[in-house]
């Protein structure tokens, strides 16, 4: 069963700094990993999607790179800013569908405050 | 850019009260899901839906809980008899694969409806 856990579960950074969020998975055996973001009570956004053949992926100041072998993705944020205070959202797909126990597997997020 | 709409965003009911959470997803995707998230818990999978009929559900979706989409548009889910463990926030998800041989494009979230059981 596929497991996923991000680390740190909550971080607190000033303004202005670079900063990188970590997700881990058991199984590498992956279709595609996911970022997410979700601002309290809310929906989820997708921020960007890697398939498992690629390294990275690039929007704006967000990069996040996909070790498969290794199970690890990681979400770089340049020059961070107030409003990307959120919790981000690692989620990795298992099988083709996106749905069921193997589907999409959620990690419990990472809680960002960005201080002003 | 289309998107995932639920309605409504909150709903508070009765313990024992039947509750209908609502959906459109994207028009043209084919699958269709319910996740669920309670309070300080990961995103969990509830069930998913193609072609008209469930193609795979979790444990946590028992005989209570049905989905139905009564026309072209509509996504819903149904919890028949609510429990106070209920209280979560519910989100639909829509998803086209380009192809069959392309199955790398992201699931779509609603913005979720947040369900409190009393």
């Known amino acids: 069963k596929q497991e996923v856990t991000q680390i740190p579960a909550a971080l607190s950074v000033p303004e202005g700094e670079n900063l990188v969020l970590n997700c881990s998975f058991t199984d590498s055996a992956i279709y595609n990993l996911q970022w997410f973001r979700q601002d309290p009570g809310k929906g989820l956004t997708s921020l960007l999607l890697i398939q498992s053949s690629q390294r990275e992926q690039t929007s704006g100041r967000l990069n996040a790179s996909l070790d498969k072998s290794s199970g690890r993705s990681t979400l770089y944020i340049a020059a961070s800013q107030p409003g990307d205070s959120a919790t981000y959202l690692c989620a990795v797909r298992s099988s083709m569908w996106g749905g069921g126990a193997d589907g999409l597997t959620f990690g419990k997020g990472t809680h960002l405050i960005i201080q002003p | 850019e289309p998107e995932v709409t639920q309605t409504p965003s909150h709903q508070v009911t009765q313990m024992g009260q039947e509750v209908i959470l609502r959906c459109v997803p994207i028009?043209?995707?084919?699958?269709f899901y319910w996740y669920r998230q309670i309070l300080g818990q990961k995103v969990e999978f509830l069930v998913s839906f193609y072609n008209n009929e469930i193609s795979e559900k979790s444990e946590i979706f028992d005989d209570q809980f049905s989905v139905e989409r009564p026309d072209g548009s509509n996504f819903t889910l149904k919890i028949r008899s609510t429990k106070l463990e209920d209280s979560a926030m519910y989100f639909c998800?829509?998803?086209?694969?380009?192809?069959?041989?392309?199955?790398?494009?992201?699931?779509?979230f609603g913005n979720g409806t947040r369900l409190t059981v009393t």
């Open positions: 998800a829509s998803y086209l694969p380009g192809s069959l041989l392309n199955y790398n494009s992201p699931l779509h």
């Open positions: 028009s043209n995707h084919l699958y």
